[in-house]
Nanobody, 124 residues
């Protein structure tokens, strides 16, 4: 069974930074989504199995950075210049991919596995 464990959420003031981590039990194409209270879960960022391709949602471009190391190293989401509207539960997601695949995935339905979520709260 695939396990995804997120960490790194918390409370930060506007303009601050946080780094989220997602540890997986294998290597997958990965993504981050977030869901604010009363809103749909939205795409934040994605990285391919190979790590060579990356994508971001429009609302976080230029402020967030997704990255991964080799093998089963965690996937990170570095969040800078945080705004109150970034407040949400952040979810890590994974899907199986072929070896060295460069595909990234944007839709919730494209992911097979989900973490439990970690709360990020940005105060004004």
């Amino acid at each position: 069974q695939v396990q995804l464990v997120e960490s790194g959420g918390g409370l930060v003031q506007a303009g601050g930074s946080l780094r989220l981590s997602c540890a997986a039990s294998g290597r997958y194409a990965m993504g981050w989504f977030r869901q604010a209270t009363g809103k749909e879960r939205e795409f934040v960022a994605a990285i391919s199995w190979s790590g060579g391709n990356i994508a971001y949602g429009d609302s976080v471009k230029g402020r967030f950075t997704i990255s991964r190391g080799d093998a089963k190293n965690p996937v990170y989401l570095q969040m800078n210049s945080l705004k109150p509207e970034d407040t949400a539960v952040y979810y890590c997601a994974a899907r199986g991919a072929t070896y060295l695949s460069g595909s990234v995935y944007y839709r919730r339905s494209e992911y097979h596995y989900w973490g439990q979520g970690t709360q990020v709260t940005v105060s004004s």
